[in-house]
């Protein structure tokens, strides 16, 4: 059975709670950073061209953006679609910057 996005992050929110990572309230910055923390160790691996670590690194920045999203109730899946519908109408290369 697949799950769906939402579902994902309600798991996802219920094991860090589980865990204790929500016993206290964290501020939305402190949040943000260790989802850059992943991000970060993703490019480490990368740059090693560790492809096992990578993908587990991936995987660790989705798990804290559903923990997010869990625990603040936010329909991730709606906002992922209509952002993907959006991004159609957009032009080639919109915004003309270099990268």
């Given at each position: 059975?697949?799950?769906?996005?939402?579902?994902?992050?309600?798991?996802?929110?219920?094991?860090?709670?589980?865990?204790?990572?929500?016993?206290?309230?964290r501020?939305?910055?402190?949040?943000?950073?260790?989802?850059?923390?992943e991000?970060?160790?993703?490019?480490?691996?990368?740059?090693?061209?560790?492809?096992?670590?990578?993908?587990?690194?991936?995987?660790?920045?989705?798990?804290?953006i559903?923990d997010?999203?869990?625990?603040?109730?936010?329909?991730?899946?709606?906002?992922?679609?209509?952002?993907?519908?959006?991004?159609?109408?957009?032009?080639?290369?919109h915004?003309?910057?270099?990268y």
């Amino acid at each position: 059975m697949e799950k769906s996005i939402n579902q994902l992050c309600n798991e996802a929110y219920q094991i860090a709670k589980s865990k204790g990572w929500h016993d206290k309230p964290r501020e939305t910055g402190t949040i943000l950073a260790l989802i850059h923390s992943e991000v970060s160790e993703a490019l480490e691996a990368d740059r090693k061209k560790d492809q096992e670590n990578f993908e587990e690194e991936l995987a660790d920045i989705l798990i804290r953006i559903f923990d997010l999203c869990g625990s603040r109730n936010i329909d991730l899946e709606d906002a992922v679609l209509t952002k993907m519908e959006r991004n159609k109408g957009r032009s080639y290369r919109h915004g003309n910057k270099a990268y």
